[in-house]
């Protein structure tokens, strides 16, 4: 069996951001987070773009881009007009834990979304995409689930505001049980390295921005339970790794960080107006677009904000009723794709929110044409009077050139306070003052976190931003497993006191 002079233990929470956790750990509700921070290493971490979960997450476990992964998104195109599929994971890019494993170095893997676990020199638990997928080893959910008394937690449900107490319940319970399967598997694999990821953070600050960002005494006991909750899982995961005794490392960091929403930019509205996008018979969503209409105008009075909630519901259970399609669905971009000219469009935005792909199936959009399309693109976006959207070529922020599913253009809306969406459900591009019962009150931003104690860490705090594919390279080196130079970040070891001499 290998030597390693140093464990590491990374702790994901999904959205983390010191917006939120400074002032929980000031006020005395995360005492373990808060006493890392205090005897550790404090730094923002700078996410990738999109900063979304599965690019983030997946370069942070290979430490390349998304333009290496050729991942900018959880789907990507197949070829046909609104078709997309789940991305197939990041291989055959190797993760961190592949690199250790071929050393010989044990290592567990609890919750990444993945669609299966993959044989690796330990055992790897699924998360997200597979909601009870195969584990490696089979064996290891029996395992689980004796443990735990019950069955391993599957991804929460959609969230639905009638149902906020069984919901809030839910999350705090997979966290919980996240953390019991996590201890139970370390005090028996004893692995070297360990990765466990929280999901369920990010899918309550989606929820729940509004109520979060409150003074902590005026946020509702449900929410400060649920962070308890998650302190507590990080100080047993911490606990039990820390037990099997050696160096260790506890890093805890999130994938990207989070923030209020205040507004929604439709990017296939914008085309459309802009006649990039075109129709065969005309915008053709009459019925639809008065809903619309009907339904923002009712959120400048209370009785239009009460009734909203459950007229949503109502409408996101009963998809299939003529009568829900006709006021309020039918709008998806799969659902337009069969009545888009698709040899006159000359752009649309889809399957990655974030992104403008330009029409290949456009006889007059000839290669020496697209360059000066989207030069075009570009320049009409950043004259839009009424939001502030940056614009990006793939091929100038990315370390990797593997962009054959990318977008052509990549745009962030008002530094991500405005979300982009792909549909046609509303009848203007902007929405400003968006109605909250459909998706939530809190988006996601570039500033992720990153917390580091243990044996040689030099407590302090880093103001300059680390990035996200820094993580792999500091943890590969510390544990011996360089060199590390094909990788797209540059290690912190010294401030972690894992350098090599």
Known sequence: MPHVSRRFLVLGLDGGTFDLLDPLMDAGELPFLRAMVRGGLRAPLTSVYPAKTIPAWYSFATGKDPGELGIFGFTEPTGEPGRSKFV????PAEAIWDRLGRLGLTVGVLNLPLRTGYPIHGFVV???????????????????????????????????AAERAPWMEAATRAVMHRAKAAAALTASHKPDFLFVLFRETDRIEHQHWNELQRPVAEIPEDLLAFWRAVDAACAGVDHAFRAAGGPAITLVLSDHGHGAVHSDFLTNRWLAEQRLLVFRDGDTLGARNLFARGLL???RYSVGRKLGPPIAGWLAGRRRSRLARFVGGGTS??????????????????????????NDRNPDLTPERREAVLADLKRRLEAYADARIEVFDPREIYRGHHLEHAPSLLIRVDSMRTEPWMDFRYPRPLIR????????????????????????????QVDAALSLLDVAPTILEGMGAGPTHDLGGRSFGARLGTAPA
């Open 433 to 460: 003052d968006r109605p909250e019962f459909f998706f939530g009150t809190g988006t996601h931003r570039m500033n992720g976190i990153l917390i580091a104690a243990g044996e040689g860490v030099r407590p302090g």
């Open 126 to 160: 699924p998360g997200f995409f597979s909601d009870g997928g195969d584990t490696f080893p089979r064996e290891i959910r029996a395992e689980i689930e004796g443990a735990l008394g019950c069955p391993y937690p599957v991804e929460l449900p959609v969230y639905h």
């Open 297 to 299: 105008a009712s959120q």
């Open 88 to 91: 197939q994971t990041f291989r």
């Open 333 to 358: 971009f799969e659902e337009m794709a069969t009545k888009i000219d698709w040899r006159r469009t000359i752009a649309y935005s889809y399957p990655v929110p974030e992104g403008i792909y330009l």
